[in-house]
């Protein structure tokens, strides 16, 4: 189908008239190397698909094997960094709540990966916004690096950016370019003034020829858009605004990168490839790959058959052809002249097990060159399931990159939500000002939350951390919305009963009480190690055995009559003493032997 490529580039039709526009193009000092990553991404090249000779000297086509282990990285850093689990808060609550809806909507946060995967490979992604103002609809599409143009940039980032891609109108294929440009004017972007700005910007090529000079003065951004058929004639497709202001001072795309610094080129704009030093390694984990392969498939068993074996027909001109079992069969072959061992076989044996070695030195060096330790594709440790906690204690090497690239993908999200709520505010969506923006990623996969959220819970409990700021932290809730909800959450925990039960569950964490028999306790008080069940209980008042309680155990360490007391035997106290009336429990300061020690009354 006409416009359908392998691969898109920016066309040079586009490059001529970004140029003529006074833009010098960062792209063609980058291009070289993007489209090196692009192609092992692919698994494509003269490493894989290459000629040999033979003996006889006969010219060969040879394919090597791979498992893409340079897709495999970026995927993997897809996944690490971004899911469904991850999270965008706004100070404003209302902002919050319209943000998760959108996301869920438009299905942002599965797309975003996929930019993160492309963004890893070539060394830049972005995300941009794409505006329907006659529905009122906002999206935010996603490119890659053979697709972003910036055209003003330094060391804090990039302002104004170039995106081009492939669109097809009433069937044909058309090259879209969008300019998000800060303060541009659109009398310079229409098709016919365009075209004459054209004509005199060819024999000039002075920054000062340019259209933008000069052009606008209210700081907004405005989406400039230009379509060109495969002639590189400009056209101008139905519905298609030249120029829309975006009414947001925010810029209205952000670029991702990898923190991974560009050696490359430069004071680029582009970023580098998450695997651009380790080549090397992606070489050797398909070299080593294709040689099991290639070991498995020669090792074979081959059976030689004798010609006594062999029926034959006669063939077209009159002579007699043995006819063999198939010829696509390269385990039987025909003992020319040969009466004797009528069937004889042949079994090589095979090197695997040294080719697995290489292989799994081969991976160990892939991963630890792009950032996921020595041990993550390890083939020898998965035989087990670990833990998060234990997964980030083996592995410190992934958890420190993590951080740093999910530092630098919090600004690209953060940024483009920010101009997101612009736009949207602009085109009459009711939505107040956000304040700060902070994204919450899910690190479960290598880091215990589980574990954090019980010892944040713990601090709430012991009043180290208010129930509101647990809120906050695990719910991208805002401070308002927090104190409210926790509030509300604490004055149902007050009235006990199964109300309280219930409270803890609702985002108040330490308030609410869990009951045993008549015992009332902390739903999430910390246990002391080392004192059999016993619970801290600095912060409350000391609670009551249960009267009641008679040859059973009361579930938190206390008991009546028989029952075990703390490190007690049975039917005596902590100290020894034997308790033959309630037992009364005594709260006594940290680090001291008897924190729960038991007090008996007649």
């Not at 000039?204 to 003065?217: N, T």
């Not at 006594?308 to 002579?319: A, H």
Request: aromatic residues 8%; negative net charge.
């Amino acid at each position: 189908m006409q416009g359908l490529d392998d691969e898109y580039w920016v066309p040079e039709h586009v490059r001529v008239w970004l140029r003529s526009l006074g833009f010098s193009l960062p792209l063609e000092d980058m291009e070289p190397h993007i489209r090196a990553w692009d192609r092992w991404m692919r698994a494509l090249g003269d490493f894989y698909d290459y000629r040999d000779t033979d003996g006889v000297g006969r010219v060969y086509e040879v394919h090597r094997r791979s498992i893409h282990p340079a897709m495999r990285v970026c995927r993997e850093w897809g996944s690490l960094l971004l899911n469904d689990r991850t999270q965008v808060a706004c100070d404003a609550q209302e902002c919050t709540d319209w943000l998760a809806a959108w996301m869920a909507r438009t299905g942002f946060l599965a797309s975003a990966q996929e930019c993160v995967v492309r963004a890893f490979g070539l060394g830049t992604g972005a995300w941009a916004l794409w505006v329907d103002a006659g529905a009122g609809e906002v999206r935010v599409r996603r490119y890659d690096a053979r697709m972003v143009v910036p055209l003003t940039w330094d060391e804090e980032g990039v302002t104004e950016c170039a995106f081009v891609t492939r669109a097809f109108w009433r069937g044909k294929a058309v090259d879209q370019v969008q300019l998000h440009l800060k303060g541009a004017d659109g009398a310079f972007f229409s098709p016919s003034k365009a075209l004459e700005n054209d004509s005199r910007a060819a024999g000039s090529s002075r920054p000062s020829s340019s259209p933008l000079e000069g052009a606008g003065e209210d700081g907004t951004y405005r989406i400039v858009t230009a379509c060109f058929d495969r002639d590189g004639n400009r056209v101008e497709p139905e519905g298609v605004c030249p120029v829309y202001d975006t009414g947001s001072v925010w810029p209205t795309f952000s670029l991702v990168k990898p923190a991974v610094d560009n050696t490359r080129v430069d004071m680029s704009p582009y970023g580098q490839s998450v695997f651009a030093d380790a080549v090397d390694a992606i070489q050797a984990v398909d070299l080593c790959y294709d040689a099991m392969m290639s070991e498995i498939d020669n090792g074979k068993m081959r059976v030689f058959l004798s010609d006594v074996m062999f029926d034959v027909e006669r063939d077209g001109k009159g002579g007699r052809v043995s006819i063999p079992f198939g010829k696509g069969d390269c385990t039987v072959f025909r003992k020319v002249m040969s009466t004797e061992d009528t069937i004889q076989e042949f079994a090589p044996a095979l090197r695997t097990e040294a080719q697995a070695r290489a292989f799994r030195v081969a991976l160990q060096t892939l991963g630890d060159l792009c950032g996921f330790g020595i041990n993550y594709f390890d083939l020898e440790n998965v035989g087990y399931v670990k833990t998060a906690t234990e997964v980030s204690a083996d592995n410190s090497a992934l958890m420190r990159n993590i951080r740093r690239h999910e530092h630098a993908l919090e600004g690209a999200i953060a940024g483009i939500c920010r101009a997101l709520l612009a736009v949207e505010r602009r085109i009459g969506v009711g939505l107040p000002d956000e304040g700060g923006i902070r994204v919450t990623f899910d690190d479960s996969i290598i880091t215990d939350t589980t574990a954090e959220k019980r010892q944040d819970m713990d601090e709430v409990a012991a009043g180290l951390m208010e129930p509101w700021e647990y809120r906050a932290k695990w719910y991208g809730e805002d401070e308002v919305a927090a104190r409210r909800r926790g509030a509300s959450s604490g004055s149902a925990a007050s009235r006990g009963g199964s109300d309280g039960g219930n409270a803890a569950q609702d985002g108040v964490p330490g308030r609410g009480r869990r009951r045993s028999g008549s015992m009332a306790f902390p739903a999430h008080a910390p246990r002391l190690p080392g004192l059999g069940g016993g619970y801290q209980t600095s912060g409350w008042a000391s609670p009551e055995a249960p009267s009641g309680a008679s040859g059973r155990s009361c579930g938190h360490g206390f008991a009546r009559d028989g029952a075990r007391l703390a490190h007690g035997r049975v039917g005596t106290s902590a100290h020894g003493r034997r308790a033959s009336g309630p037992v009364t429990a005594v709260r006594q300061p940290l680090g001291t032997s008897g924190a729960w020690g038991g007090r008996a009354s007649a």
